[in-house]
T-cell receptor, first 114, second 111 residues
Framework: AQKITQTQPGMFVQEKEAVTLDCTYD???????LFWYKQPSSGEMIFLIY??????QNATEGRYSLNFQKARKSANLVISASQLGDSAMYFCAIDGTGGFKTIFGAGTRLFVKA | DTEVTQTPKHLVMGMTNKKSLKCEQH?????MYWYKQKAKKPPELMFV???????INESVPSRFSPECPNSSLLNLHLHALQPEDSALYLC??????????FGQGTRLTVV
């Protein structure tokens, strides 16, 4: 079975500073994908970044980067230069071989302070 | 077009009502999903359709009945729901082993 653990229920960050959201995972699959999604209060889940288990480089998408440490089974999200609009719930997720069955962590609520 | 459109956005229904949630995508994705999300919890997978066939049913009660009329449409038929079924229902679509695109969800209240 696959499992995602996000140990930070809530995080505060000052505007324009960087923040790291933690994510650890457990899976018996050799091939898997790791995802981060943002969910504002409106409810929509917004895809941010993807890391494949065989990707040697850490994924980056604009201000988002994924710090992938395979041996430690961690996939932390780094948001650089935080903006007020980054205040939202952030979910780490995993899917395994064959895809389709994405499992989400409990989420981290990020608050960006002006 | 990178949107997943869900209707309605809000729904209030009685426990004896029958209603349907609708989801549409035009990205050519062959996998479509229904998730249920309670307040302050992560989304929980309910159903997965792959190439218009039901491939995953996460032991969802029969009062929830999914339907995939074609590759662009996904419905969730609701009948005899309970108040505890009140939640945000999210539809998503994806290609195989890629990120899922989510709709804005339907906020369902069962009274």
């Amino acid at each position: 079975a696959q499992k995602i653990t996000q140990t930070q229920p809530g995080m505060f960050v000052q505007e324009k500073e960087a923040v790291t959201l933690d994510c650890t995972y457990d899976t018996s699959d050799q091939s898997y994908g790791l995802f981060w999604y943002k969910q504002p209060s409106s409810g929509e889940m917004i895809f941010l970044i993807y890391q494949g288990s065989y990707d040697e480089q850490n994924a980056t998408e604009g201000r988002y980067s994924l710090n992938f440490q395979k041996a430690r089974k961690s996939a932390n999200l780094v948001i650089s230069a935080s903006q007020l609009g980054d205040s939202a719930m952030y979910f780490c997720a995993i899917d395994g071989t064959g895809g389709f069955k994405t499992i989400f962590g409990a989420g981290t609520r990020l608050f960006v302070k002006a | 077009d990178t949107e997943v459109t869900q209707t309605p956005k809000h729904l209030v229904m009685g426990m004896t009502n029958k209603k349907s949630l609708k989801c549409e995508q035009h990205m050519g994705h062959r996998a479509m999903y229904w998730y249920k999300q309670k307040a302050k919890k992560p989304p929980e997978l309910m159903f997965v359709y792959s190439y218009e066939k039901l491939s995953i049913n996460e032991s969802v009660p029969s009062r929830f009945s999914p339907e995939c009329p074609n590759s662009s449409l996904l419905n969730l038929h609701l009948h005899a729901l309970q108040p505890e079924d009140s939640a945000l229902y999210l539809c998503a679509s994806s290609s195989v082993n890629t990120e899922a695109f989510f709709g804005q969800g339907t906020r369902l209240t069962v009274v």
